[in-house]
């Protein structure tokens, strides 16, 4: 079975860092990259970035950059999302997700079953 | 334009048929993904491709597309297809994804 399993949920503090994880299984995981999803309290879904396991060659959403540094370890078939200090506007669940291609089409599957990070004093 | 648009809630009778759409300049070059989302749970791909379902996923769950608008269908909605379904495309660069914002679905 195809599978991402993620980290559990966080509690932190402002100014904190944090590395959640993401764990593929059932399939090689370099071969497809590995994108990361926030969906922040009552909201929508926002595309972060993507990481290709093989190389690490990362791309990021304008709106994230450099406020996440996405990466992989495929050692370990482990990609990462992390912050190096959280703010309160942190606070949300992060999913990843494995990307599929078809003709003009991309889709995402599977998804992992979320993390969530609460960031609060 | 990297942007797609799709109404904020949708209601629909049990049984009967209901169209969720998605905007977009993407989406004339790219077809249109959609998830179902349910409450406390990750998002499910329920339409791929020009119009793929995964498996597992019932048939009364369709695509189309037109132009800058992808059309998620619902024939004989029941009450379980009650969630939040969002559609997501590549954007015009083809190097990012981009998300629409989400339609509420009521299955009254």
């Known amino acids: 079975e195809v599978q991402l399993v993620q980290s559990g949920a966080e509690v932190k503090k402002p100014g904190e860092s944090l590395r959640i994880s993401c764990k593929g299984s059932?399939?090689?995981?370099?071969?497809?990259?590995i994108n990361w999803v926030r969906q922040m309290p009552g909201k929508g879904l926002e595309w972060m970035g993507r990481?290709?396991?093989?190389?690490?060659?990362?791309i990021y959403s304008p709106s994230f950059q450099g406020h996440v540094t996405i990466s992989a370890d495929k050692s370990i078939s482990t990609a990462y999302l992390q912050w190096s200090s959280l703010k309160a506007s942190d606070t949300a669940m992060y999913y990843c997700?494995?990307?599929?291609?078809?003709?003009?089409?991309?889709?995402?599957?599977?998804w992992g079953q979320g993390t969530l990070v609460t960031v609060s004093s | 334009s990297s942007e797609l648009t799709q109404d904020p809630a949708v209601s629909v009778a049990l049984g009967q048929t209901v169209r969720i759409t998605c905007q977009g300049d993407?989406?004339?070059?790219?077809?249109a993904s959609w998830y179902q989302q349910k409450p406390g749970q990750a998002p499910v791909v329920v339409i791929y491709?020009?119009?793929n379902r995964p498996s597992g996923i019932p048939d009364r769950f369709s695509g189309s597309s037109s132009g800058n608008t992808a059309s998620l269908t619902i024939t004989g909605a029941q009450a379980e297809d009650e969630a939040d379904y969002y559609c997501?495309?590549?954007?015009?660069?083809?190097?990012?994804?981009?998300f629409g914002g989400g339609t509420k679905l009521t299955v009254l």
């Open positions: 059932g399939y090689s995981f370099t071969s497809y990259w």
């Open positions: 990481i290709d396991p093989i190389d690490s060659y990362t």
């Open positions: 997501n495309s590549r954007d015009s660069s083809g190097n990012h994804w981009v």
């Open positions: 997700a494995r990307p599929l291609d078809g003709d003009y089409s991309s889709w995402f599957d599977p």
């Open positions: 993407s989406l004339r070059s790219y077809y």
């Open positions: 491709g020009k119009n």
